[in-house]
């Protein structure tokens, strides 16, 4: 849902960590607060913050364990949440978790291999345009050049509408027979590249770190301005060199790397303080790096005045 409505954009989204009902639950907090300008409540003369766990019924109270009902106030206006944005955005479902209504998002849960994963694409771009055949010449594993026949063109529906593809994550992926995980996170960017150039649709990757940035060398040569880099998942697959930009978050608030300050802003001040930064682009210029304060229940980040460059 953009500010401008005038945009027309669809999203398909690889989901494999968190389910939609979950994602719903989740988002629901950021429309009490820009909606209704709630974001807590009291119980018993102890306040608590409206979140994904208190409007599933999982909030325990702070003392005696026991869960905490929402109120008929909030049931009403989680309702609304629902039926004015909720389904906008992920659609409608009935019981059976079969899609009733159309929203911006389409969801995918079953984990598919690469290969699945661009078979669904395909499809997508099929019900939004027309593929083009015909023949091309290629170089064949010998470098001669021979005619191949395939795909050579796209031409979509409505050339003004924007299609965004998300993985969340690329580590839980369905591996490629005889693939391990970096191979088989290599072939999806293989895809990602082939239906980006012909379709022009947008791919978004998540990926934790599976490397520590917390070593000493490294601690003791950035000081204050240590951030991941693409380098702390290059053993991961091509993933930064196939990236147009290449965004990390970090959390220099962790208690193991002993920090007062960042970017010299000084992070004892702000418990919730998280970082944000540009490591690799194609198009601007880079590092850049937006410190703020993370709420992570009502899904919003508040930018602090910009660290310094370093």
């Known amino acids: 849902m953009t500010k401008d409505s005038s945009i027309d954009i669809e999203w398909l989204y690889f989901s494999y960590e968190i389910s939609r009902v979950r994602k719903e639950f989740k988002l629901a907090p950021y429309f009490f607060k820009t909606i209704y300008n709630i974001r807590g409540f009291t119980y018993k003369d102890k306040k608590y913050r409206i979140c994904s766990n208190y409007l ?29 944005y909720l389904v906008k955005i992920f659609g409608e479902y009935n019981s059976f978790g079969k899609q009733v209504k159309k929203g911006k998002v389409s969801f995918y849960e079953k984990r598919e291999t690469p290969t699945g994963i661009a078979k669904i694409i395909r499809e997508y771009a099929k019900q939004n345009g027309t593929l083009i055949y015909g023949t091309t010449k290629v170089k064949n594993t010998q470098g001669q050049m021979v005619e191949k026949n395939g795909v050579i063109a796209y031409k979509p529906n409505n050339p003004d509408k924007h299609h965004i593809i998300i993985i969340d994550h690329l580590r839980k992926l369905k591996h490629e027979r005889g693939m391990d995980e970096r191979l088989t996170i290599n072939k999806i960017l293989e895809y990602e590249v082939e239906l980006r150039n012909l379709c022009r649709f947008t791919f978004v990757n998540i ?31 091509n993933i930064s060199e196939e990236s147009d930009y290449v965004i990390t978050l970090f959390n220099p608030r962790d208690e193991k790397f002993k920090l007062e300050k960042h970017f010299g802003i000084d992070i004892t001040k702000y418990p919730n303080y998280r970082s944000i930064h540009l490591v690799e682009s194609r198009d601007t210029d880079c590092p850049f790096h937006i410190g703020g304060i993370i709420d992570a229940e009502a899904n919003m980040f508040n930018e602090l005045p910009k660290p310094k460059t370093k």
């Open 56 to 84: 599933l019924g999982r909030l325990k109270d702070k003392e005696t364990g026991e869960l905490i009902k929402v109120s008929p106030e909030h049931k009403e206006m989680l309702k609304t949440i629902y039926n004015d």
């Open 207 to 237: 990926i934790h770190l599976n490397r520590s940035i917390g070593s000493i060398d490294r601690m003791k040569f950035a000081e204050d301005s240590i951030y991941p880099t693409g380098d702390d998942f290059k053993s991961s697959g």
